[in-house]
């Protein structure tokens, strides 16, 4: 339920305008034909590029039906997707290290898309994915042959914009694969497509010519929060590749909650067979203790204790061991590691790299 | 008789761009085909001399908000 909450705010904040910027034209696009019949004599401009003039000019009434059938559309389009997604990573169990390089490689692309928008160079077009020119002149040629009662047209580019997903939708995308369930694939990316649909009508409904004169800066900052986004994406990735450094990891030991590190001071049992045994309390944003003392040359049990969680922390991974563990939302687990070298540091993590922890055998 | 001119294009900031500037095809007669690409920074047109000249292609993408260098 949290994920497919936070699925739903990712939607809602920068899912919207990153996706906005790379699907923002096929929107326009599909009110090309609304707006060519509810204004006269408009001048034949193109639909993505100049989309905030027509919008403005056409009767505002008229434009709604279509935007909402366009984001419709798309929203069952996601959501098949989602569920096509789930069902393949049911079908393919991804291990830790493929998840990872899918994970690196998405904020690659992300960190690409972003310096495009900043125009840094023109070899960073090519992150940008140009449909073929038959589907493009079929897109234009449905778009143009559209007359304003048909929402055919709004409705079938609402389902092509699965064709041209963005940065953070191909997050999700990732997200909605490693879910391995079609059904919470398919909540997660409608939740998160809904999010993304109060931007898209918002900016097609109200835009104004300020907007249009505002558009460059506006869309340097969506290159900016993309660029960001896509560098903790890259960090997820090295987090959960099983890297002993990342920013994340960095950053939470600057904010490290008291109880965490108190907890750092907790020592191994031990069960009578002589392993030592060490308790990790799963939470919906951490796990505590985070760093983690152990005995080197004897095998360790982890017992990892869930109580009500939701997140994907309870997709616990140990990259190095290819341990992963779908825990109950409530129950204990148990994971056993081999003795290991002293010195040996074992990252763990959330299967998607958010939060994680590190077992230093030093004792 | 059929010409085919390869413009390079300034001012393409996106994909949706090369659909814009391929609309050329429908809007102006005697222009056969035309293919942009966002990726290259340009659009291969062709057309028929007796019925549209290069100024007027330049001209028109002009019009969309582009330029063809």
Excluded: W
């Excluded at chain 1, 366009?70 to 393919?92: D, N, S, W």
């Excluded at chain 1, 998840?99 to 077009?125: D, E, K, S, Y």
């Amino acid at each position: 339920m949290v994920s497919i909450l936070l699925a739903f705010i990712t939607g809602l904040t920068t899912g919207g305008l990153s996706c906005l910027a790379v699907q923002g034209g096929l929107l326009a696009s599909s009110l090309a034909g609304q707006i060519e019949q509810s204004v006269q004599n408009l001048p034949a401009g193109p639909a993505g590029k100049k989309k905030h003039r027509p919008a403005q000019s056409a009767p505002r009434p008229a434009l709604a039906l279509p935007i909402l059938v366009f984001l419709a559309a798309k929203i069952v389009a996601y959501t098949l997707l989602g569920a096509l997604l789930g069902f393949a990573g049911q079908m393919f169990q991804l291990s830790p290290l493929t998840r990872a390089a899918l994970q690196i490689g998405i904020g690659i692309f992300m960190l690409g898309t972003a310096l495009r928008m900043l125009n840094v160079h023109p070899i960073f077009r090519y992150f940008a994915i140009e449909p073929p020119a038959f589907i493009r002149r079929r897109l234009r040629k449905t778009a143009s042959g559209a007359d304003g009662s048909n929402l055919l047209t709004p409705a079938f580019l609402g389902l092509l914009t699965v064709l041209i997903p963005c940065g953070v939708t191909q997050a999700m995308l990732a997200a909605a694969l490693s879910t391995a369930s079609p059904l919470s694939g398919a909540a997660m990316m409608a939740a998160f497509t809904l999010g993304t649909s109060p931007v898209f009508f918002a900016v097609a409904y109200f835009t104004t010519r300020l907007g249009a004169r505002l558009e460059k800066h506006f869309m340097r900052f969506v290159a900016v929060v993309i660029l960001i986004l896509a560098i903790f994406t890259v960090d997820t990735g090295v987090a959960l590749a099983g890297s002993p450094v990342s920013l994340t990891r960095a950053l939470s030991g600057i904010f490290a909650v008291p109880a965490a590190q108190t907890a750092l001071d907790q020592a191994p049992a031990q069960t009578a067979s002589g392993e030592d045994i060490i308790t990790i309390n799963v939470l919906n944003t951490a796990y505590s203790p985070d760093v983690i003392h152990a005995k080197a040359g004897v095998p360790l049990k982890l017992r990892l204790v869930t109580n009500d969680v939701r997140s994907c922390s309870r997709a616990f991974v140990i990259p190095a061991l290819d341990v992963q563990r779908l825990l109950d939302a409530t129950g204990e687990a148990v994971v056993d590691i081999p003795p290991q070298e002293k010195g040996a540091q074992i990252p763990f993590s959330c299967s998607m790299g958010m939060y994680g922890g590190i077992i230093i055998f030093d004792l | 008789m059929t010409t085919r001119i390869v413009f390079k294009i300034a001012g393409m900031e996106c994909p949706n761009c090369a659909m814009t500037l391929e609309s050329l095809e429908d809007k102006l007669p005697g222009v056969q085909r035309a293919e942009a690409s966002y990726h290259k920074a340009q659009m291969v047109v062709e057309f028929d001399e007796d019925r549209v000249s290069e100024a007027q292609i330049r001209a028109a993408i002009q019009k969309l908000g582009y330029e063809a260098q």
